[in-house]
């Protein structure tokens, strides 16, 4: 069974550019998550879709925007990148559904450095 | 927002040594995970707890969920230098989004 895949690995913009990562989740998982991961803040919560829809949101801009496909991929979009934004991105997938299924399979993350 | 206060911070032990590490929460959550994450890796989840006072072991790693709900730690007998990496706590209350404690370094001298 495949993991996660996350694309690409390393990414480096320029202030003011956009970004769109992506991310397959585990083939028969609906729900994909986002949390961005910085050693000041550690892993925060983004965003969360299942079947297409946004479930759960975190507390960031709206520059930080997702969207899931009928697949179940998902990707990420950050516009007018700042500094802050560097991160290590990481997409987990799981079932969603079911009090059992909650435990998140993560991939190896996207490292995006703004410069 | 919900906050989880997990420590210690970082350790650095001897090869064959028991580990601890705990999580405490103001808010109560309904399931308690325990990750590690590798260098340039994703955390990989090591033990789901589900009820309050479940004490739950992956061979050498043991964990357990506070009858409070506010709390969870994380022993790992006989350290081994693979265990070397940033362990996580993490809680759910509802729905699909994790809090995360902000992470455990373990270091083993061999």
């Known amino acids: 069974k495949a993991g996660v895949t996350q694309t690409p690995r390393y990414l480096i913009k320029t202030r003011g550019q956009q970004v769109t990562l992506s991310c397959s989740p585990i083939?028969?998982?609906?729900?994909v998550s986002w949390y961005q991961q910085t050693p000041g803040q550690g892993l925060q919560f983004l965003f969360e879709?299942?079947?297409?829809?946004?479930?759960n949101k975190g507390n960031f801009p709206g520059r930080f925007s997702g969207r899931q496909f009928s697949n179940s991929r998902s990707e990420m979009n950050v516009s007018t990148l700042e500094l802050g934004d560097s991160a290590l991105y990481l997409c987990?997938?799981?079932?969603?559904?079911?009090?059992?299924?909650?435990?998140?399979?993560f991939g190896s993350g996207t490292r995006l450095t703004v410069v | 927002g919900q906050q989880l206060n997990q420590s210690p911070q970082s350790m650095f032990i001897q090869e064959g040594e028991d580990v601890s590490m705990n999580c405490t929460s103001s808010s109560i959550f309904n399931t308690w995970l325990w990750y590690k994450q590798d260098p340039g890796e994703g955390p990989v989840l090591l033990i789901a707890?589900?009820?309050?006072?479940e004490l739950t072991s992956n061979g050498r790693l043991t964990a357990q969920f506070g009858i409070t709900r506010k709390d969870s730690f994380l022993n790992i007998s006989a350290s081994i230098p693979s265990d070397v990496g940033i362990y996580f706590c993490a809680g759910l209350y509802a729905g699909n989004m994790l809090t995360f404690g902000g992470g455990t370094r373990l270091m083993v001298k061999p």
């Open positions: 879709y299942f079947s297409e829809t946004q479930r």
């Open positions: 987990a997938s799981s079932s969603g559904q079911g009090v059992l299924n909650y435990g998140y399979t």
């Open positions: 707890l589900y009820k309050a006072g």
């Open positions: 083939s028969g998982h609906r729900s």
